[in-house]
């Protein structure tokens, strides 16, 4: 991270705003919805070239958001002109702090404005954590931490794919864990690398470890091509039509029939029964059955047993991804 921040110009030491923001996981949620190292929201991580789609989130990709964030860090630099103020843009946002400027004068420091008590508390506790933690991490030995045995860093590869595969599927051929491939690729939503059309550039950088290299290059041609679905699996709550469930979560009749076998088109869905649901990737569908109100009222990260991602709530049914 700090490489790529240099190579883009900037202070490498502005890596510890990614540490106050996610404490450098990238698997980091907020609750307003930021992802990531750097917690971007959607709409900034896709204007500044990151891709959001049913197979990946490069807010996760250590040096694709990395990349994001020295453009738009860059961005506020030149409208603010110091990095104290850059970095509390990027905390309370880019509007809050030029009219905040605007009303306290525009050549104001930040510590000015703290001093005037010009800005929220979280964002003039923000810049001040990241100068603090820069301050720890460079002397360590003043604050405690002189017997840190540090970690040598899992040596690592990367392999070029233009193909959509289950990180499950690499993992028995090219006999990997697939808990390593998925913690090396935290970006992958699916356990599923994307098509060419889904990722930034046409193809898809899987990091595996240095060792592993070969061997997965070499069981390549012998995996098969990922699913193109995923199967969200509904408990129902209430006695209903099969028609009318199918209507509510907008999804065609034959696709429910299909999926689940035993039922009709006239078949009535009893309390308890559960009902596997057909999501095709890349139609957008994923992301509405997590986020469309009508549909899940209620959600919360869940990661146990079968079920790896975000189970919702609704009054008809109890909805889970099955992994």
Request: glycine residues 6%; without cysteine; proline residues 5%.
């Amino acid at each position: 991270m700090k490489q790529v921040l240099e190579q883009n110009g900037l202070p490498s030491d502005l890596v510890y705003l990614s540490m106050i923001e996610s404490g450098f996981s990238p698997v980091a949620l907020s609750h307003a919805g930021a992802v990531g190292t750097w917690q971007f929201m959607p709409a900034t991580a896709r204007s500044y070239g990151l891709k959001i789609n049913d197979w990946v989130d490069e807010r996760r990709d250590a040096v694709r958001s990395t990349e994001a964030a020295s453009r738009y860090l860059s961005d506020l630099y030149s409208q603010f002109g110091s990095w104290h103020l850059a970095a509390a843009g990027y905390n309370g946002g880019p509007g809050l702090m030029t009219r905040t400027l605007r009303h306290y004068g525009e050549n104001s420091s930040f510590f000015e404005l703290t001093s005037r008590r010009a800005i929220n508390e979280e964002t003039a506790n923000y810049v001040p954590k990241i100068l603090a933690s820069m301050i720890v991490a460079k002397n360590p030995g003043l604050f405690g931490f002189s017997e840190v045995v540090k970690v040598p860093a899992l040596q690592t590869k990367t392999i070029s794919l233009n193909r959509s595969l289950s990180l499950s599927d690499i993992s028995k051929v090219a006999r990997v864990e697939e808990k390593i491939l998925r913690e090396l690729n935290p970006q992958l939503r699916l356990g599923l690398t994307p098509p060419p059309w889904a990722v930034t550039g046409g193809h898809f950088q899987l990091v595996v470890p240095a060792n592993k290299q070969e061997q997965v290059i070499a069981s390549l041609p012998s995996i098969p091509d990922a699913p193109r679905e995923k199967v969200l699996l509904a408990r129902v709550k209430r006695k209903e039509k099969i028609s009318k469930f199918a209507s509510h979560y907008n999804v065609t009749l034959a696709s429910l029939l299909k999926a689940n076998h035993g039922l009709s088109s006239g078949s009535s869905l009893q309390k308890g029964q559960v009902i596997q649901i057909p999501v095709a990737l890349g139609t957008g569908m994923y992301d509405k059955f997590l986020v469309k109100p009508k549909l899940a009222r209620h959600k919360y990260i869940s990661r146990h047993n079968n079920y790896v991602g975000i189970k919702t709530h609704h009054r008809r049914t109890r909805i889970a991804f099955r992994d």
